[in-house]
């Protein structure tokens, strides 16, 4: 039985503009009222999770910074630094097309990028040399420590609750969401995902961009 969902936010609730799907929203509540836990984990800054848990009315921690931090009973953790990420971005903006996000303000363990898709194997090789990496969500790029991943937040959760991965669905739709998606959890996309996710995914619903939500919580006996 499915006891927790972790909800990645850009793609999987939203369209392509960002927009939140109010279906979703309607499902993600019935999921709320019958008992299940839901999470967002998603690459944003955490103030954006706090108003999403806030405003839909969610029952359990979030994630922003692709697990590099937690809201959870009020209470904010680190688990990463942003040092060495702000350093890196810092210094590779002088040299290529690489400009800072302005959520970057908000964010204490990673920093957030946009760039020209020539500079993407220069930039990549560059972040390994520097015990770090660079993944994309199709809506930011981000440059991440080395073991800062949304498999950390699941894992960070499982522990929390003390829950088997069989009682955990994970939900996503491109590749900084592949490291939960490498666990032993119940995984499902949107009909938008990418097709590395998609052939990691249990159920690919035909719904995409959040209208997925119910469909995909009716699969797993979620509502
Ligand atoms: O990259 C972002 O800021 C958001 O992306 P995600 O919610 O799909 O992880
Ligand atoms: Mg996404």
Redesign the pocket.
Known sequence: MIRLVVL???????DRERRISTDAIINIRRAVNSGVLISFV??NALPVMFGLKTFIGTNAPVFGENGGIVLINDTIKTFFSKEKCDKFLDEISKTTSARPMFTNIWRQTSSAFTMDEKDYEFISKEAEKRDLYIVN???TWHVMNKGQDKAYAVNFLKKFYNYDYNEILVM???D??LSMFDLPVKKAAPANASENIKVKSEYVSEFAYGTQVGDVFKYFGII
């Open positions: 990645d936010v850009d793609g999987t609730l939203t998603s690459g969500s199709k809506f996503g739709d491109s900084n969401d």
